[in-house]
């Protein structure tokens, strides 16, 4: 069983949000937590999704102020209608640390460009093809809707309980120091995030390596 302290979910953020920084992805800490023992880390971007048939979802990522902005325009029909001319749905990623079962776990909210939530049952139908079927195969035991555990708030959760098992094929090696912790965080979300949209770029590998320079999302 592959876990992590809380202390070593800690570095492995801490790490992983200068990678952030260095490709100049938008992963931010959040800092709207009361409990002051509590670590958040998030990222919201939107997807754009293709009404025909055949077409694949594109990821656009933006940064809170163009989301903001997006959302403004959102209540104006005539601007949804020019700006925004296929549907798209807003997520704001989650990344917090399990004590129960001592690794990280994905919260996620999602609206549409309305700013209505989605529902549990469309986020069920939103899971990406590839993954689709063991996750709907086992709904209620791999992605749900429960209380943040820092902003008790509903939020969609991928559930942590085979977490640990999975994390020990990828690494068997337990995760020592800051490069490994963080590449524990990374190879995990790497496996958690496009079920739910999330890709996550290569470059973060290739920073962990110090094998490439230069690369960008």
């Known amino acids: 069983m592959a876990t992590i302290t809380y202390e070593e979910f800690k570095i492995a953020c801490m790490e992983f949000l200068e990678s952030s920084k260095k490709l100049e992805d938008t992963w931010k800490l959040r800092t709207d937590i009361q409990d002051k023992d509590g670590l958040c880390i998030h990222k919201m971007q939107c997807i754009k999704r293709k009404s025909s048939v055949g077409h694949e979802n594109k990821t656009v990522c933006k940064n809170e102020e163009q989301l903001k902005e997006e959302e403004e325009e959102s209540s104006d029909p005539s601007v949804l209608e020019s700006h925004h001319p296929t549907p798209f749905t807003t997520y704001d990623y989650h990344i917090v640390y399990s004590l129960s079962h001592s690794v990280p776990v994905l919260y996620f909210n999602a609206w549409h460009a309305s700013g209505q939530l989605l529902t549990l049952d469309e986020v069920w139908e939103g899971v990406e093809a590839t993954h689709r079927e063991p996750i709907l195969n086992n709904k209620w035991g791999t ?16 559930h942590p309980c085979n977490t640990a098992k999975l994390m020990a094929q990828v690494l068997p090696q337990p ?4 490069a490994g912790l963080k590449m524990y965080l990374t ?24 094998t490439q320079s230069g690369c960008v999302r």
């Open 143 to 158: 992605l749900t809707q429960t209380e943040h555990p820092l902003l008790g708030r509903p939020y969609f959760q991928l």
């Open 175 to 178: 995760a020592t120091g800051p």
């Open 187 to 210: 190879s995990w979300l790497s496996m958690f995030g496009p079920p739910v949209g999330l890709e996550l770029s290569l470059c973060y590998f290739a920073d962990y390596q110090s």
